[in-house]
């Protein structure tokens, strides 16, 4: 997969594609629905997304809210299929662009596209102005087909939206956000150094930032573990803790996994981990005794529900 950070003096053979467009953030079920009807066959099949999100730019003091990284989402895109990832530098001039404008300019003059697909809740331009609607009208203007998806539900019939992802995670359920999702949600990123209290403690971690991301519910999760570069590259299954480690002081919260049956050193290794089940909520313990004999219940039992996924 090609990606692409601008939409000017692109090579004619980065032009042309039938792309979907939008956030993507998570790339749920619903995202995999339009970007399936942007397939064609004689068509290069591509996404156009915006970087920084959208909400970033507008309210840079919220607090975090994606699902994931731009290289987790390109990383997600890359293995649907996608030739051409275009992520449009979210800007003053962007986002100052009118509807006329973005389609004239970034769409047809930019990334020549011949097809796009966008959600029917999809808004862009200055002030939010243009719908699904007006960018029918204005792609047909300049020679570019514009098709409309529909919502996408759950089988149990809820919307699919990664409004309600966020709300599952963020109430300890990640089985029915993988529901929505698609595929398990999965906190990716290198491998950190930190206190190394779980090497002390018998239980080696692998430490990785949470910076800049929606916090699921704090909390200790049985987790699949992919690690994708280095000698130990592979599948493995472990237990990890989500939070800001209450025994030890006040700490920003991050990911620290143990994965089972592995030894190796991983700093600096880029690891992918998916939040399979939640075990229970962070605990401050009367001693580490009492802690370690914890993470050792902790890890019986994700085996156990690792096991039978």
Same mark, same amino acid.
């Given at each position: 997969?090609?990606?692409?950070?601008?939409?000017?003096?692109?090579?004619?053979?980065?032009?042309?594609?039938?792309?979907?467009?939008?956030?993507? +953030?998570?790339?749920?079920?619903?995202?995999?629905?339009?970007?399936?009807?942007?397939?064609?066959?004689?068509?290069?099949?591509?996404?156009?997304?915006?970087?920084?999100?959208?909400?970033?730019?507008?309210?840079?003091?919220? @607090?975090?809210?994606?699902?994931?990284?731009?290289?987790?989402?390109?990383?997600?895109?890359?293995?649907?299929?996608?030739?051409?990832?275009?992520?449009?530098?979210?800007?003053?001039?962007?986002?100052?662009?009118?509807?006329?404008?973005?389609?004239?300019?970034?769409?047809?003059?930019?990334?020549?596209?011949?097809?796009?697909?966008?959600?029917? +809740?999809?808004?862009?331009?200055?002030?939010?102005?243009?719908?699904?609607?007006?960018?029918?009208?204005?792609?047909?203007?300049?020679?570019?087909?514009?098709?409309?998806?529909?919502?996408?539900?759950?089988?149990?019939?809820?919307?699919?939206?990664?409004?309600?992802?966020?709300?599952?995670?963020?109430?300890?359920?990640?089985?029915?956000?993988?529901?929505?999702?698609?595929?398990?949600?999965?906190?990716?990123?290198?491998?950190?150094?930190?206190?190394?209290?779980?090497? +002390?403690? &018998?239980?080696?971690?692998?430490?990785?930032?949470?910076?800049?991301?929606?916090?699921?519910?704090?909390?200790?999760?049985?987790?699949?573990?992919?690690?994708?570069?280095?000698?130990?590259? &592979?599948?493995?299954?472990?237990?990890?803790?989500?939070?800001?480690?209450?025994?030890?002081?006040?700490?920003? @919260?991050?990911?620290?996994? #143990?994965?089972?049956? #592995?030894?190796?050193?991983?700093?600096?290794?880029?690891?992918?981990?998916?939040?399979? +089940?939640?075990?229970?909520?962070?605990?401050?313990?009367?001693?580490?005794?009492?802690?370690?004999?914890?993470?050792?219940?902790?890890?019986?039992?994700?085996?156990?529900?690792?096991?039978?996924?």
């Amino acid at each position: 997969m090609q990606r692409h950070r601008h939409w000017q003096r692109l090579s004619a053979a980065d032009r042309g594609a039938s792309v979907a467009m939008g956030n993507f +953030d998570g790339v749920h079920i619903g995202h995999q629905a339009v970007i399936d009807i942007a397939r064609r066959p004689d068509l290069p099949l591509g996404v156009v997304t915006f970087e920084p999100h959208p909400r970033e730019f507008f309210a840079p003091e919220a @607090p975090p809210f994606r699902l994931m990284s731009p290289a987790a989402r390109a990383s997600r895109l890359s293995k649907l299929g996608v030739d051409h990832l275009y992520e449009l530098p979210f800007d003053a001039r962007l986002a100052a662009l009118t509807p006329e404008e973005f389609v004239a300019e970034v769409l047809h003059d930019g990334l020549g596209v011949r097809h796009v697909v966008v959600g029917e +809740d999809f808004r862009f331009g200055r002030g939010r102005q243009g719908d699904a609607a007006a960018l029918r009208a204005l792609g047909a203007a300049h020679g570019i087909a514009v098709s409309v998806a529909g919502t996408v539900e759950t089988p149990g019939g809820g919307q699919v939206s990664s409004t309600a992802i966020r709300t599952a995670l963020t109430e300890g359920r990640p089985r029915d956000a993988a529901r929505m999702l698609g595929h398990w949600h999965r906190i990716e990123g290198p491998v950190l150094h930190g206190a190394k209290r779980g090497r +002390d403690l &018998g239980f080696p971690t692998a430490n990785m930032s949470l910076d800049r991301l929606h916090l699921p519910r704090l909390g200790v999760y049985a987790v699949r573990v992919d690690v994708r570069d280095g000698p130990q590259a &592979g599948s493995y299954l472990g237990a990890a803790s989500l939070g800001v480690r209450p025994m030890f002081g006040v700490n920003q @919260p991050n990911l620290e996994t #143990f994965i089972f049956d #592995f030894a190796g050193d991983l700093y600096g290794r880029n690891l992918s981990v998916a939040l399979v +089940d939640y075990l229970r909520p962070e605990a401050a313990f009367d001693s580490l005794d009492a802690l370690i004999a914890q993470m050792q219940e902790d890890c019986a039992r994700a085996r156990d529900i690792l096991a039978a996924s």
